[in-house]
């Protein structure tokens, strides 16, 4: 399980479509008493990380530093957990995702030591990105954070990117590809399609979008040039080749609130980032221990029987995609229950379209001549039978 910390809900940003909100707050955040927060906390957060990497059986256990903005809290807060020594002496991978703003040289050093690697949130372009990731005071920060990147990867810094794809940037995705592939950057994406809260901001269709990600899979498999990482497509292919296993991915989970668990500056339990400060999806708090608190996680457990027979029935895809993430269900009809019905269209063309290139490209290709939908069934009718016999 992975454990998320969400270190303050708090942005020094004011990006137009944050689902945090924090782009309506054109006010900077106090920063000494976000960090008196976290200091107050930070007892429950060693609580946390110790608890959960013995609930993982001492496995590498992934700590993640989110927000908000994780790097409000001065670093030197987040070192003193990190070499805290019940901590570490376990084995822990860190990891870090930020608007990268902050991401400074004193930052990097300790990021070095302790080797934290970054997610930094990059929407491709800069014409782009400056339009929506902008400071409190409208000013664009994509000069500022490709240059605190470049000095971070001279430091011996891992860093990523995570493109949010709008209707604005849906047309760019072949610019935006080279645009990574020239820094040797590599990157992730997820999508902003429109919500209640969010109509006026997001315009995103799924048929545009599900057309640029195929073009951009094409691109990237062609591309024998550049060896850039595309996060989603290698875990999609993953899948796809051990489909019992499922898509590694939390938006492709049967159940992710076995995979992550959020904690905040309270000490306060959530499925995961998303849901914190949604006190009814709260189910517990550090003090009372995790395994303990972790009983009571139980919002999503009956949601794949639910959508298997409801929503999903006889979607051909639902072995792999499980009806999606329970926070999009949630922002879409104001019910974690129901499926996200944003990706269904998309979904089903992403996956296939990969499946076809795969089983055309591959020389021995596991797939064979079976199509999509057959080969998806027979692999997933022979892991049941293994698992009833
Ligand atoms: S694509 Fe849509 S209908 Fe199919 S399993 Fe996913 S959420 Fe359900
Ligand atoms: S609620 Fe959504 S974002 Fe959160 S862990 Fe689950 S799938 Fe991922």
Redesign the pocket.
């Known amino acids: 399980m992975t454990g998320l910390i969400c270190c303050t809900l708090e942005c020094n940003l004011a990006c137009t479509y944050c689902y945090e909100g924090n782009g309506l707050k054109k006010e900077m955040p106090s920063i000494a008493s976000v960090n008196k927060q976290f200091a107050d906390a930070m007892e429950e957060m060693i609580l946390f990380i110790d608890e959960l990497y013995e609930y993982n059986d001492g496995l590498l256990t992934e700590i993640i530093w989110h927000g908000g903005e994780p790097l409000l809290i001065n670093i030197d807060l987040l070192e003193k957990i990190m070499k805290d020594q019940r901590i570490k002496k376990h084995k822990i991978k860190w990891a870090i995702q930020t608007n990268g703003t902050l991401l400074n040289e004193k930052v990097c050093k300790v990021f070095k030591e302790y080797k934290v690697s970054v997610g930094i949130s990059i929407d491709g372009l800069k014409a782009h990105h400056d339009k929506f990731r902008v400071m409190k005071n409208g000013r664009g920060t994509y000069d500022l954070i490709l240059s605190n990147i470049e000095k971070a990867r001279k430091m011996g810094i891992t860093c990523g990117a995570l493109v949010t794809i709008t209707d604005n940037n849906v047309m760019d995705l072949s610019d935006i590809y080279h645009s990574f592939a020239e820094k040797g950057l590599n990157f992730s994406f997820n999508a902003l399609f429109p919500t209640a809260k969010n109509a006026e901001e997001a315009s995103l269709d799924v048929k545009d979008y599900s057309k640029a990600i195929c073009n951009l899979f094409d691109l990237w498999v062609d591309d024998v040039r550049n060896n850039i990482k595309i996060s989603p497509f290698e875990q999609i292919i993953e899948g796809l080749l051990k489909p019992w296993r499922g898509i590694p991915a939390?938006?492709w989970?049967k159940n992710?609130?076995n995979s992550?668990v959020a904690i905040d500056h309270t000490g306060s339990l959530y499925?995961?980032e998303?849901w914190v400060g949604s006190r009814e999806y709260c189910f517990g708090n550090i003090r009372e221990g995790l395994r303990n608190a972790l009983k009571n996680n139980t919002y999503f457990a009956k949601r794949t029987d639910y959508l298997k027979d409801n929503e999903c029935m006889a979607c051909s895809i639902f072995p792999l995609c499980y009806g999606g993430?329970?926070?999009?269900g949630m922002i879409l009809t104001g019910n974690h229950m129901k499926k996200d019905s944003s990706i269904c269209e998309g979904r089903k063309e992403i996956i296939t379209h990969i499946y076809q290139r795969m089983q055309q490209n591959l020389k021995d290709s596991p797939f064979g001549s079976l199509s999509f939908e057959e080969y998806i069934n027979e692999k997933m009718a022979a892991f049941n039978t293994i698992e009833e016999g």
């Not at 993430?325 to 999009?328: G, I, R």
């Open positions: 939390c938006h989970a992710c609130s992550f499925p995961c998303h993430c329970p926070w999009n």
